[in-house]
C-alpha cells in the first residue's frame, strides 16, 4: 500500500528519464562558460503568502480556512480515504547537471540539515526518486489536566521529470497524539484520520489540538521546499563533476578529430578526469600532449627518471606512569620506537629541443611502476627516431636513471 501511495502522489506528473542533459550535440558547447542553473518555484511563494493571509488567532478558525482554499487528496483505489497533500515543482534554468550529482547533493543536505528524514531515505538510481518517511513533530496544546503532543508522518518523495523539472511531494493521512499528565508521563495515545477529526468533525475532543497540527503541518511542508530550493539556488547552481566530464570529452573530440585514436593515454589516479593531468600520445601524428602542450616526437632529446628520497628520522614516545624528577626517572614508563625510514620520489625528466618549454617535469609520487610505464613510452619513441640523422648528432635517445644525492 506505501509503496503504491509513493507512486500516486506524483499524481499530476509521468516520470521519465533525463536525455536533454546528456546529448552528444550539447558538448559542442563551451562548458566553460555556461550560464548558472536557477531553481524556479514560484508555487512557494504563493502558498507561503496564502497561509500568511489566512491566519487567525484561534486556530480552529485558521484551520478552517486552510481548508476551504486547500482540498485534501482521495486516494482513487480508495476514495473514503483523504490525504493532505504538498507538492511543488522546480523548474530548472540552465541545465547542466547529472542525475546521479543531483541525488547525491540533496541526499548529503538532508542528512545534515533535516536529520529526522536520514534513518530512512532511499535513493532510487533507475527511477530518478528520493523517498523518505518519519515522524514530525508539529503541535502541543496544553489543557489543565494534559499537555497534548501531535506528530504526522508523511511521505516524502522527490523525483525527476522530463522537461527539466523536480518534483517535491509530502503526504500524510492521520495524526498521532499522545497525552502527557502534569509529570511528563504518558497516560494515553490516539491515532486519528486527518479527514475525522476537526476541522472536518466540529465535535472532536481535540479540535483545538487537531487545529494547530494542520495548520503546522502545511507550514511545515512549505518551509522545507523553500529550503530545498535555497540549498539548491546557493550550492548546485553548477554540478562541477558533470562540467570537468563535459570538458573533458569536449577536450577529449578535439583531440580526437585532430589527431585520430590516442596511442597511449596515462593518466593521474584521480576520480575526476582531467585531460590536464594526462599523458596523451598520437603515434599516428608523431606527437603527445602533455598539461595541454603538444610536442613532436622529433624534439625529444633525452628522458630520465630521478629518484628522489626523502628521510625520515624515527622516534622514541613513552608512555605509562613513569615521570622525571630532578632529571631522575621513577617509575614504570613504556616506550615504542617507530624506526627511520625513507620515502622514494619518482620524477620522470623529459628534455625537448624547444626553447619554450625545454623541460617536461612529471612527478609520479611513490609510484615506481607509473615512472617505469613512462619512461618505457618515451624509449619507444626515442628509439624509433634513431633513423632521424639530427637525432643521432644530438647523441640523444637515452633513458636514464639517477637518484638524487
Not at 610536442?295 to 633525452?302: G, V, Y
Not at 614516545?317 to 627511520?340: E, M, N, R
Request: glycine residues 4%; charged residues 20%; aromatic residues 12%.
Amino acid at each position: 500500500m506505501k509503496a503504491r501511495f509513493l507512486t500516486l502522489i506524483v499524481f499530476a506528473f509521468v516520470a521519465v528519464s533525463i536525455s536533454a542533459q546528456t546529448s552528444q550535440g550539447s558538448r559542442s558547447q563551451e562548458v566553460r562558460h555556461v550560464q548558472p542553473m536557477r531553481w524556479v518555484c514560484p508555487e512557494v511563494e504563493k502558498y507561503q503568502s496564502l497561509l500568511y493571509s489566512l491566519r487567525n488567532d484561534d486556530y480552529k478558525v485558521y484551520a478552517n480556512n486552510i481548508k476551504d482554499k486547500i482540498e485534501l487528496f482521495s486516494d482513487p483505489e480508495q476514495p473514503t480515504d483523504k490525504y493532505l497533500v504538498t507538492q511543488a515543482v522546480f523548474n530548472i534554468e540552465n541545465p547542466l547537471f547529472s542525475p546521479d550529482n543531483l541525488f547525491n547533493h540533496i541526499s548529503t543536505w538532508i542528512r545534515a540539515k533535516k536529520k529526522d528524514w536520514a534513518n530512512n531515505l532511499i535513493i532510487d538510481v533507475k527511477e530518478q526518486k528520493i523517498t523518505s518517511t518519519t515522524s514530525v513533530h508539529v503541535a502541543s496544546h496544553a489543557t489543565f489536566l494534559d499537555v497534548f503532543k501531535v506528530s504526522v508522518s508523511p511521505i516524502l518523495v522527490i523525483q525527476l521529470l522530463e522537461d527539466n523539472r523536480l518534483i517535491v511531494a509530502f503526504s500524510a493521512n492521520s495524526y498521532k497524539i499522545n497525552a502527557y499528565d502534569s509529570h511528563n508521563k504518558l497516560v494515553r495515545s490516539l491515532n486519528d484520520k486527518i479527514y475525522r477529526v476537526f476541522p472536518f468533525v466540529q465535535n472532536s475532543s481535540y479540535k483545538n489540538t487537531y487545529a494547530k497540527a494542520y495548520v503546522a503541518t502545511y507550514l511545515y511542508f512549505w518551509n522545507f521546499i523553500s529550503d530545498l530550493r535555497y540549498e539548491l539556488n546557493t550550492h548546485f547552481v553548477q554540478d562541477s563533476k558533470k562540467l570537468n566530464q563535459w570538458y573533458y570529452e569536449h577536450s577529449s573530440d578535439s583531440l580526437r578529430a585532430k589527431y585520430g585514436e590516442p596511442t597511449k593515454v596515462i593518466a593521474d589516479q584521480t576520480t575526476t578526469p582531467d585531460i590536464n593531468k594526462e599523458l596523451r600520445f598520437y603515434e599516428n601524428a608523431q606527437k603527445f600532449i602533455f598539461m595541454g602542450k603538444t610536442i613532436d616526437f622529433k624534439d625529444i632529446i633525452s628522458c630520465e627518471i630521478v629518484v628522489d628520497p626523502k628521510f625520515i628520522p624515527g622516534r622514541t614516545t613513552s608512555y605509562g606512569l613513569g615521570f622525571s624528577l630532578f632529571g631522575i626517572g621513577i617509575g614504570g614508563a613504556d616506550s615504542y620506537t617507530i624506526p627511520d625510514k625513507t620515502i622514494h620520489n619518482y620524477v620522470v625528466n623529459v628534455k625537448i629541443d624547444n626553447m619554450g618549454t625545454p623541460l617536461i617535469y612529471i612527478a609520479t609520487g611513490q609510484s615506481e611502476q607509473k615512472a617505469n610505464e613512462i619512461a618505457a613510452v618515451f624509449e619507444y619513441i626515442l628509439r624509433h627516431q634513431q633513423g632521424n640523422k639530427a637525432v643521432r648528432n644530438r647523441n640523444s635517445g637515452s633513458v636514464g636513471k639517477r637518484t638524487k644525492r
